[in-house]
C-alpha cells in the first residue's frame, strides 16, 4: 500500500519524469512551464496542505470534493479526443490509417483504470464517491451549488481543447494532466490522509479505502505511465498527419494548466477561511 510522503514536493515528485523524456525540445517546455509558473504550483500544493488545518463543516467539504472532482475527472474528454484520432483513421489507409489508429488506442490508455478494466468494473467515478462517504454522509456534495465557478470554467477549457481544438491541443492537455496529476496525487493523499487522522474515528480498514481512489492513481506509476503513452499518441499523430509538434504552443498549453488550476485552489483556500 503506498505511504504518504509528508516532505514531497511537486517538483520532487514530477521533476524525474520530466528528466525521462527523451524528446529535447518536449523536455524544455515541460521545465520551462514548471519553473515559471512556481507561484502557481505553491498556491496548489498551499491547498492541499491548508485541507487538515481543522475540521471543516458539511458545507465546505462538500465544496472541496465537488470543486476538485471537476478539476480532474476528465473520461469524456479523453473519450472524446480518442475518437477524434479514431474517426480520422477511416479517412486514410495501409500505414498512416495503423499510425492513427495507434495514436487514437494510446490516448485511450488513459482512461482504462478510470473505466474500471481489468478492476472488475470499478470505476474511478465509483471509487471518488467511495472516498467522499469516508469524510461525508449522503450525496448532497454532488449538487451544483458546491462546484466553484473556476472549477467549472477549468473542466470545461479541458474538455474543448480534447474535443473541439486542434488535435495537437488536446494531446498536450491530456499528456500534461498525467504528469501534473503524477504529483498532485502525492499532496493529495498527504492532505486528505492527515485529515481522516486528525477528525475522524475510522479503522484503519475503513481509512485506507476511503483513500483507495487516489492510491489507484499513485500505485504502480499510474499517472506516469499514461504521460508516456500520450507522447507516443503525440509523435505518432505528428508523422501521420504532417504536422510538426508545436512545442510552443505545448508549453503555453502547459502553463495554463498550472495557472488555471491554481485559480481553483486559491478560489477554495478563499472559502474555506472565509
Request: charged share 25%.
Amino acid at each position: 500500500m503506498v505511504e504518504t510522503m509528508p516532505n514531497a514536493t511537486m517538483d520532487s515528485i514530477i521533476r524525474p519524469v520530466i528528466d525521462f523524456v527523451e524528446d529535447i525540445p518536449l523536455k524544455k517546455a515541460l521545465t520551462e512551464a514548471f519553473e515559471e509558473n512556481k507561484e502557481s504550483i505553491e498556491t496548489i500544493e498551499s491547498f492541499f496542505s491548508y485541507i487538515p488545518e481543522q475540521k471543516w463543516d458539511t458545507e465546505k467539504m462538500s465544496l472541496i470534493f465537488n470543486s476538485w472532482k471537476a478539476s480532474h475527472l476528465k473520461m469524456l474528454g479523453i473519450y472524446g479526443l480518442t475518437c477524434r484520432l479514431s474517426r480520422m483513421a477511416q479517412d486514410h489507409t495501409g500505414p498512416a490509417q495503423l499510425k492513427l489508429l495507434d495514436a487514437a488506442s494510446l490516448n485511450a490508455e488513459t482512461s482504462y483504470e478510470d473505466l474500471g478494466l481489468d478492476f472488475d468494473g470499478e470505476t474511478h467515478a465509483e471509487l471518488y464517491n467511495q472516498m467522499v462517504s469516508g469524510f461525508l454522509n449522503g450525496d448532497t456534495w454532488t449538487l451544483g451549488k458546491y462546484t466553484i465557478p473556476e472549477a467549472t470554467h477549468f473542466k470545461s477549457w479541458v474538455y474543448r481543447n480534447m474535443v473541439v481544438e486542434d488535435i495537437q491541443e488536446g494531446l498536450f492537455t491530456n499528456m500534461f494532466s498525467e504528469i501534473y496529476n503524477h504529483g498532485e496525487y502525492v499532496m493529495a493523499l498527504n492532505g486528505f490522509s492527515e485529515y481522516l487522522d486528525k477528525y475522524s474515528d475510522l479503522s484503519p480498514e475503513e481509512k485506507s479505502d476511503a483513500l483507495t481512489y487516489i492510491r489507484a492513481h499513485i500505485e504502480d506509476d499510474t499517472e506516469k505511465e499514461h504521460f508516456k503513452v500520450v507522447v507516443k499518441a503525440l509523435k505518432a499523430y505528428s508523422e501521420v498527419s504532417d504536422t510538426p509538434i508545436d512545442y510552443n504552443k505545448g508549453k503555453e498549453i502547459f502553463s495554463q494548466y498550472l495557472q488555471k488550476l491554481s485559480n481553483v485552489m486559491s478560489e477554495l483556500k478563499t472559502q474555506l477561511a472565509a
